[in-house]
Each structure stands twice: as C-alpha cells, then as structure tokens.
C-alpha cells in the first residue's frame, strides 16, 4: 500500500510564499507522475501542476510563473513552491502519484489527503 503524506500548508498573506512537501512511502516499486491538485470551498478539484518521471512539468495557466513543481526522485518527493500567492489561491491542497507495487502491476492513482493554504491579509 503506497501513502501520500502533505505537509507544508497555512496561512500566509497575499503576496507571500509557501511551500508545500508530498512524500510517498508504504511498498511500490515505481512512481510515474505526481502533481498538485487543489479544491476551494463550493468548487470542483482542479489541477496544479504536474511532473512526469523524466521532469517534464505542467502547469494551469493560473498558477504560472508563481508556482513551481519540483521532485526529489530518491526521496520519492514532490515539492510545490508558491509564490506571490493571492486570496483566490486558498484550497485545499492534495498531492497525487502515479504508482505500482511490482514491476508487472499497472499504475495506481494515489491522493494525499490534503493541506489547507489560506492566503488571507
């Protein structure tokens, strides 16, 4: 069983950086992709970014230029660092992965369970 732990949330003012930490732990043999998903109050789940297992990224437009994906492969970490945060930037945030127990399995969807960033003055 692969767990997905966050941390790195809180409350920060507009303009101010966090940054936020996914580790994967438990028995896989391979992760592919992971990523950054968030969900405001009353809205749907929306992805942040990605990164493949070659560090090819991928961002939504609105995070752009501010936010960026990073990942520490033998530590099985994803990192998000965000900048110039802004009020609409409040979520829950959730770590996602890609990954399989053994070489032959297929790859399974993964969720952290979640980190709260509230941009407020």
């Known amino acids: 069983q692969v767990q997905l732990v966050e941390s790195g949330g809180g409350l920060v003012q507009p303009g101010g950086s966090l940054r936020l930490s996914c580790a994967a732990s438990g028995s896989f043999s391979s992760i592919s992709a992971m990523g950054w998903y968030r969900q405001a109050p009353g809205k749907e789940r929306e992805l942040v970014a990605t990164i493949t297992s070659g560090g090819i990224t991928n961002y939504a437009d609105f995070v752009k230029g501010r936010f960026a994906i990073s990942r520490n492969y033998a530590k099985n970490t994803v990192y998000l660092q965000m900048n110039n945060l802004k009020p609409e930037d409040t979520a829950d945030y959730y770590c996602?992965?890609?990954?399989?127990?053994?070489?032959?399995?297929?790859?399974?969807?993964?969720w952290g369970q979640g980190t709260l960033v509230t941009v407020s003055s």
């Open positions: 996602n992965a890609m990954a399989r127990r053994g070489v032959l399995d297929r790859y399974l969807e993964i």
